[in-house]
């Protein structure tokens, strides 16, 4: 049992850093790199990670996304939204990302990508913190007040330099979110990208998922922020009919 929990945090750390080399991991982990190289060689021979032979770092494999997908089918989610989340990239011209709750973080199953050059982009498997992305922000509005203060109590790290901690700030936030239906970030998780985003909720009310609106901070503006808060409530409405 052990060895599988390691080789898990092994896969996890890879997902998180990749491309990745095996004395990396060994620190970040502090567990021997015989260790770590034992746990890569398994995961390689199951399929789920991959060498470069040219600098001998290492990568998760598209298995991770075939997961992954399968949980954002979960209640057809898949089916329901990609049309409606198609349409509103469209419209928008800006990337769109679609993610799942898993723990205390969401993970990126869906991406929708922007047409132009300069753009959002995030790796699908990405897991995504709470505080810090948009679509994380959104899905924390949505819990019950006392597992938002059990995640804040947890201490969330800054990502960027703009990414807000302080938990008096996180709750006015979250307060605000509540109010108006949609959550903002600016660079909050990435330098120079900002997004708006919106939860999905299922028929009992709860949050399945998050959409964003992503893009370069020079284009996706705040002045913005509640035209396209207005295009992602219309496209959350259409996507929650066909999830009840």
């Not at 080789?7 to 620190?27: H, T």
């Not at 807000?164 to 120079?192: N, S």
Request: contains cysteine.
């Amino acid at each position: 049992m052990n060895s599988v929990l390691t080789a898990l945090r092994v896969f996890e750390a890879v997902a998180a850093s990749q491309p990745v080399g095996v004395s990396e991991l060994a620190r970040g982990l502090d567990i021997p790199k015989s260790t770590v190289q034992r746990c890569l060689r398994t995961l390689q021979q199951a399929g789920w990670v991959r060498a470069d032979p040219a600098d001998s770092s290492w990568s998760i494999t598209g298995r991770a996304f075939t997961i992954g997908s399968a949980v954002a089918s979960t209640d057809h989610l898949r089916e329901a939204a990609l049309p409606e989340l198609a349409a509103l990239q469209a419209e928008v011209g800006e990337t769109i990302h679609l993610a799942v709750p898993d723990g205390d973080e969401l993970v990126l199953v869906e991406r929708l990508d922007s047409p132009h050059q300069l753009r959002a982009f995030l790796a699908l498997g990405t897991r995504l913190p709470l505080h810090a992305a948009a679509t994380g922000k959104a899905y924390l509005a949505t819990l019950p007040d006392r597992e938002i203060t059990s995640y804040l109590a947890t201490g969330p790290v800054k990502v960027t330099e703009r990414t807000q901690t302080d938990p008096a700030a996180l709750w006015a936030e979250i307060e605000l979110i509540r109010k108006r239906g949609y959550a903002t970030t600016e660079q909050g998780l990435h330098e120079g990208i900002s997004a708006v985003a919106v939860a999905l909720r299922d028929r009992s009310g709860t949050a399945r998922a998050c959409f964003s609106i992503s893009g370069p901070s020079s284009r996706v503006t705040p002045d913005l922020f509640e035209a396209y808060a207005a295009k992602a409530h219309g496209t959350r409405d259409a996507i929650e009919r066909m999830l009840r």
